[in-house]
């Protein structure tokens, strides 16, 4: 495991190029994790600017996730953990550092190959409400990136559509109906499938059952499991509750007010958390033992 300063408990040193795991080994879900990392962040700093003022949301952050693992990003409200979602998604400007998927370089990719790029990282938010086109069936969202991405029949694009409701739990009817018709949970099942239709490589998964009843939440978390399992994507998980990353994450890195000031392994961060910002967040997770004392 390592903290801000540099250095690890292990005795290695914490030049940022891993974050606490072994360099392969199976994910929290039951996936062999590959070698290579399919994400490689290193260094990246975003900053906004506001009346001609730059003012830092994270500094210099560097994570990697390789194919078929979760990492978890854990921060409060504030801390840059979207900023840093964006980031990979293309959303938002980078200042400085890098951003390589694949061994390629993302990080300014713009115009056709940031659409490219989109086939193999997607996103789901915290409220399927506002990414889910109300006017739109089910069935006619699912197929949309099918029909910007390619020019496969009808047939096929039905065929996947089914395909992706099955994969979330849905029953192929659900492609009829209209998101309004459908519970919060399960909306943020459609958003799920509609992430999966292009069989991505990493899902950017921003705060995806902070708007959930605890019930539900579990049920959506099994599913991403699931999912990962039946098709070895990969995630960048975003949740300000330790709680919710436990059984999903293999890995976990904590931000606070945009530095990364703990990373490791999910078990090394639950037993012996070295940060008091991360014991403060183990404790208002209600893991016993964490005393909840101030990161300020
Ligand atoms: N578009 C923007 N313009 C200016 N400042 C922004 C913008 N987006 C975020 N910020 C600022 O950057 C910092 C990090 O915000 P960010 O949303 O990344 O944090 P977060 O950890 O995801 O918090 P939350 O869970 O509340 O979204 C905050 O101080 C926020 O006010």
Redo the contacts with the bound molecule.
């Keep these: 495991m390592s903290t801000n300063d540099g250095s690890t408990n292990d005795g290695s040193t914490n030049d940022g190029s891993t974050t606490g795991a072994s360099a392969s080994g199976v994910s929290a879900s039951g996936v062999s994790v590959a070698e290579q990392p399919l994400l490689d962040i290193r260094d990246l700093s975003v900053s906004?600017h506001?009346r001609g003022k730059g003012?830092p949301?994270i500094r210099d952050v560097s994570l990697d996730i390789r194919p078929g693992e979760t990492v978890a990003l854990v921060?409060?409200?504030?801390?840059?953990?979207?900023?840093l979602g964006r980031a990979v998604l293309g959303l938002t400007t980078v200042t400085q550092g890098t951003i390589l998927f694949d061994g390629e370089d993302i990080t300014r990719a713009g115009g056709a190959r940031r659409k490219e790029l989109s086939k193999s990282v997607q996103a789901v938010f915290q409220d399927p409400n506002g990414s889910l086109n109300p006017a739109l069936t089910v069935g006619q969202t699912l197929a949309e990136p099918l029909r910007v991405h390619s020019r496969d029949e009808r047939a096929v694009v039905l065929k996947r559509v089914r395909e992706v409701l099955a994969l979330v739990g849905l029953p192929a009817e659900a492609a009829d109906r209209y998101p309004r018709q459908f519970s919060g949970g399960q909306r943020q099942r459609i958003a799920i499938a509609r992430a999966l239709v292009m069989a991505p490589k990493l899902i950017v998964c921003d705060?995806p059952v902070s708007a959930l009843d605890l019930s539900v939440q579990a049920q959506v978390l099994n599913l991403f499991s699931d999912l990962q399992r039946e098709t070895g994507v990969s995630y960048l998980f975003?949740s300000?509750d330790l709680a919710v990353v436990r059984h999903l994450a293999q890995r976990i890195v904590v931000?606070y007010r945009?530095d990364v000031v703990e990373s490791g392994t999910t078990e090394e961060v639950y037993a012996d958390a070295q940060h008091p910002y991360t014991r403060k967040l183990l404790a208002a997770a209600g893991v016993e033992g964490a005393p909840a004392t101030s990161a300020r």
Excluded: D, F, Q
């Excluded at 921060?75 to 900023?83: L, M, P, Q, V």
């Design positions: 906004y506001r003012t949301a921060g409060e409200s504030g801390s840059g953990k979207s900023t705060e975003i300000h931000l945009g």
